[in-house]
């Protein structure tokens, strides 16, 4: 199929008619809108990393990229690999990368175990307790530990302290390498979870099932059979969180950048805003390629791993029946205390230093004589200083926005890959997921690049401005929508829309009267989603930011950046409020509202 | 009401990577009348589901012409869409849009009509008129996913004929119902299209469906029309031994054709008959395709049109073939006894009328008219494109 061929349904039948060897293969429907809309995904992706890329081999005097006399040159990346400052970031990285791979994967295998395997009490309730954090935007996570980590006050510390030979300050560090990496790996513990439970349960029936029917010893089992079964299921999850980790920004910029600590994407950041003199855009430019590129190529290897495997229908869309191992005596209780004390310290800690950091006036132990320290004042800042009230209208915008705007390319996304099925049906499908291997980051310094050429040249006034903040965000969300609104059409049979086509609907009308109110709970859930994401967002809204397009995010990082821990605990708690409240209720409508297809 | 003329249609879907394309339809002519109800019949996989989609605009053809009445819908490089041909169709799941009441679902079809959209009052009323022919008056403001499948069947029809279409086509409308509501749905179908007087297109896999419908068949395989006919022309001469066994139960019987032979009493002059070497003796049959002296044929023999005689008293009339044998098994039917009778080594199947008294084990005389049997040269059709597909058939074909 070929971009000469689009027809409406309003053009006049004479038009129609082509004699042109391209529209005797074409089909007959009508095309339009959709394409508007895959070529807007193209070029979404693409333009910010065309200007990068080109920009990254250009130098002019203003440091600036297309600047005054700008020509080209191997500069900036000769700059990356020879300037000796950067040396650490890397190696910071391989560290930061690997060892919260390997916290975040080791934890949720074990839980998915005890969960999926055993007969351990209160499962479901763990389960829900371990994931929910999924909702919990991490920089507001990173600065809950950055208060539990506190070398002095720090309430972790202090526990500790009472062991005796343990003193303040320390023993840990809130700012170091070891700290950022193991919440870097808390962080990637529920989302790893929701995709490693599915394949432990399934392989733990067949485990099972081929111990019945052969007898084989246990570690004959356990090398013969479980692991190259569950081998494809988590090599994809162990990828998939390999360009997260890769790509992290929050947890390493909250704890780490202050204190020095930096790794890729936060060196990217600080390349930008020095704490003193010029942004130096040339350095910043050649990092941002390096990163992508290393983030892209796992993802690319993900996306046709995981485009064989839909197939992997194996191993996670067959039940077997479950045949949960009875723990006895000490390894049951061992089970349910390493699982407590996960659940307590990860889980709830967090949240309860939020809470209590927002209504004291200063660093304060919890204590009983704390208690009558008590105060509101920070959420009542919150609700009446004028300048909050802007940032939580902006965000609000760029939530709503963005989500509105992604959902609908999403839909005609998934349209175009399901019902065109073409080629460039799935090229578009690739650019779409190809989406989540860019790093925040590097998204935001090419849209800084568009935004400062695009200015210099045509004086739209992008820089740091909302549309430009909606764009990226947009681009950021576009890989996990388009998958669920491809998941959600993908329910609904083709006959139903082939049927309107037969009443005379033309192909925007099948589209409005059919197709997106049967799909309505996946768009709905992709809205939320996308909404909440928005919301909590620092990567890209601390890049772009500008005074004019503030948001709670920002507001956030830099309260606590200033040592305002207060009002940033107090705006966290609301922003993780409002994410979960997002997330439960997208929950609600898939669960739902399935409408039973004739 | 307009006529349907295919000519050499031919749809190749493109291959998905590297080799040669799949072609679903080869070179199919065919006129449909119009008014005229019309049933391609095939087994799975036989193109008659792709040839309907290509007449309805749902896939583009890839070669050749299809028209409706005046106008030509789609030849190599013209296209009018779907949307434009006005076609209605019934789909085989019926595809009724669940988010909407019977009502809506009709409605929807009225308000995208080719023939001028109706809206408001006028609307409702053609809505209730159409479901009153499908006797779902009553259902109008029922939500569609609480209705049984026999009546979303008929929201479906009601949809597809509101806008009075030209033509209508139905893909295997009746395949996901029980058989009694099946046998009440073929004529309820037969009714209201005749009412309409709506020129039908009609896919089915069922024989019965078929010779109980049509007016004429098709009976295609491998994307090729293998014969076009009245359903009796169909039944009792198919054009070939596939086509005879795809539409009923059949006895073949080997054999070598000798020379031809004269018509007995009671025959069409214009039939040629031969006399065929047979493992029970020389016999008589009606020349079908391919049965020139010296080939070899089978004779194809329909089960019902062999006479059961147990008492000795074969009426053999002048160019009566007669044959005897031992009943090997008798299966209660209900109305008729299904007997497995073997002759010289070689089993025919026969039906007795359920009152007579057939045991396993008595010698039985069978005979049968000339013109009731049929020798159909014993080879691989011309048109069949080889072993492979041969083969396929062979799996493909129901009972």
């Known amino acids: 199929m070929v971009l000469s061929g689009p027809r409406t349904g309003t053009v006049p039948r004479q038009r129609q008619l082509k004699p042109s060897p391209e529209a005797r293969r074409a089909r007959s429907r009508s095309v339009s809108g959709a394409w508007i809309a895959g070529i807007i995904t193209v070029i979404l992706v693409c333009v910010p990393l065309i200007v990068l890329l080109w920009s990254s081999f250009s130098v002019s005097k203003t440091g600036l990229p297309f600047g005054a006399g700008s020509h080209f040159s191997l500069s900036n990346y000769k700059r990356v690999f020879t300037d000796g400052k950067l040396v650490r970031p890397i190696v910071n990285t391989v560290v930061f990368v690997v060892g919260s791979l390997a916290v975040g994967l080791l934890i949720s295998i074990g839980i998915a175990t005890l969960i999926e395997r055993t007969s351990l009490p209160l499962r479901n309730v763990v389960f829900a307790l371990v994931v929910a954090p999924v909702a919990m935007p991490q920089v507001v996570a990173g600065i809950a530990w950055g208060l539990l980590l506190d070398p002095r006050i720090g309430l972790i510390n202090q526990m500790l302290q009472v062991i005796p030979g343990v003193h303040s300050p320390g023993p840990l560090n809130a700012g170091s390498l070891a700290s950022i990496t193991v919440v870097e790996g808390f962080m990637l513990v529920p989302f790893s979870l929701l995709l490693v439970a599915p394949v432990v349960r399934s392989t733990s029936g067949a485990l099972e099932e081929a111990a019945v029917v052969t007898g084989a010893g246990r570690r004959a089992r356990m090398t013969k059979i479980v692991l190259p079964l569950m081998a494809p299921g988590l090599l994809a999850v162990l990828v998939y969180q390999f360009v ?335 994410s979960v409240g997002a997330t439960v209720a997208a929950r609600r409508f898939t669960s739902h509202k399935e409408i039973r297809h004739g | 009401m307009k006529d349907v003329v295919l000519a050499g249609v031919e749809k190749t879907y493109s291959a998905t990577s590297g080799g040669s394309g799949v072609p679903a339809v080869r070179g199919v002519d065919l006129t449909i009348a119009a008014g005229e109800f019309f049933v391609l019949l095939g087994a799975s996989g036989s193109g008659k589901t792709t040839l309907l989609r290509c007449i309805a605009g749902l896939e583009a053809i890839t070669g050749g012409e299809i028209r409706i009445g005046a106008m030509t819908v789609a030849s190599g490089n013209r296209v009018v869409p779907a949307v434009r041909r006005n076609i209605g169709m019934v789909f085989q799941d019926y595809a009724i849009w669940p988010h909407m009441t019977v009502g809506e679902n009709v409605e929807f079809a009225l308000r995208h009509a080719r023939s001028g959209s109706l809206r408001g009052d006028a609307a409702k009323k053609r809505v209730l008129e159409v479901l009153e022919v499908v006797g779902l008056e009553e259902f109008v403001d029922r939500g569609s996913t609480y209705l049984s499948g026999g009546q979303q069947q008929r929201v479906a029809l009601a949809r597809a004929v509101v806008a009075k279409p030209d033509v209508l086509l139905l893909d295997e409308p009746l395949s996901n119902l029980d058989a009694r509501l099946r046998a009440n749905m073929r004529k309820e179908l037969r009714r209201i299209t005749s009412e309409l007087g709506v020129t039908s297109i009609y896919v089915t896999h069922d024989q019965i469906e078929a010779l109980v419908m049509a007016d004429r068949i098709a009976v295609m395989r491998h994307g090729e029309v293998l014969q076009v006919g009245t359903p009796e022309e169909i039944y009792r001469t198919p054009a070939d031994l596939f086509v005879g066994e795809f539409v009923g139960e059949a006895n073949l019987v080997p054999g070598r054709v000798l020379s031809d032979a004269s018509s007995p009493p009671e025959c069409d002059e214009d039939q040629r008959f031969v006399a065929v070497e047979t493992p029970y003796g020389t016999m008589t049959a009606l020349a079908g395709t391919g049965a020139t002296p010296g080939e070899r044929v089978r004779l194809l023999i329909r089960p019902e049109s062999l006479h059961v005689c147990h008492d000795g008293s074969a009426p053999l009339a002048p160019g009566w073939n007669a044959v005897t044998g031992l009943v090997r098994g008798a299966d209660f039917a209900g109305a008729h006894t299904e007997l497995t009778v073997d002759v010289d080594g070689v089993e025919l199947r026969a039906q007795a009328h359920s009152f007579d008294a057939v045991s396993v084990g008595s010698p039985v005389t069978l005979t049968v008219g000339a013109q009731w049997v049929i020798a159909l040269g014993d080879h691989p059709t011309a048109t069949s494109p080889g072993p492979a597909a041969e083969e396929k058939s062979l799996v493909e074909r129901p009972q």
Not at chain 1, 362 to 371: E, G, K, R, V
Not at chain 1, 470 to 477: A, D, N, R, Y
Request: hydrophobic share 55%.
């Open chain 1, 244 to 578: 997260t980790a890769a790509q992290a920004f929050d947890i390493p910029a909250v704890l780490g950048l202050e204190k020095g600590t930096k790794v890729f994407s936060t060196a990217i950041y600080s390349a930008l805003n020095p704490a003193v003199g010029v942004p130096d855009y040339g350095l910043a430019n050649g990092m941002s390629v390096l990163l992508l590129v290393f983030a892209l190529i796992p993802m690319y290897w993900y996306y046709r791993m995981v485009g064989r495997s839909e197939r992997f229908a194996v191993i996670t869309g067959k039940s077997y029946r479950r045949r949960p191992v009875a723990l006895r005596g000490a390894a049951k209780w061992a089970a349910f205390v390493a699982l407590a004390g996960y659940v307590f310290f990860v889980v709830i800690l967090p949240l309860f230093i939020l809470l209590w950091m927002s209504v004291q006036p200063f660093y304060a132990t919890p204590s009983i004589s704390a208690l009558s320290r008590i105060e509101f004042d920070a959420y009542h800042r919150v609700f009446t200083v004028s300048s909050f009230i802007s940032t939580v209208r902006n965000t609000l915008i760029l939530g709503a926005l963005a989500a509105t705007f992604v959902c609908v390319i999403a839909t005609m996304n998934s349209w175009l890959l399901l019902r065109r099925r073409g080629f460039f049906g799935r090229l578009i499908d690739v650019f779409a997921f190809i989406t989540h291997g860019i790093p925040g980051v590097v998204l935001g310094v090419s849209l800084l690049f568009v935004s400062l050429t695009t200015d210099s040249h045509f004086h739209l006034g992008l820089y740091g401005s909302m549309p430009l903040l909606v764009i990226g965000m947009v681009i950021v969300c576009l890989g996990l929508t388009t998958r669920i609104t491809t998941a959600g059409m993908g329910q609904i049979h083709r006959n139903l829309e082939d049927a309107a086509e037969m009443c005379g609907a033309g192909w925007l009308s099948r589209l409005r009267s059919i197709t997106v109110p049967l799909m309505s709970p996946a768009i709905a859930n992709a809205w939320v989603l996308t909404f909440a994401y928005a919301l909590s967002n620092l990567t890209l809204t601390v890049v772009l930011a500008s005074s004019k397009n503030r948001v709670v995010a920002v507001e956030l990082y830099t309260r606590w950046n200033f040592g305002d821990v207060q009002t940033a605990a107090a705006l966290g708690l609301l922003l993780t409020v409002v």
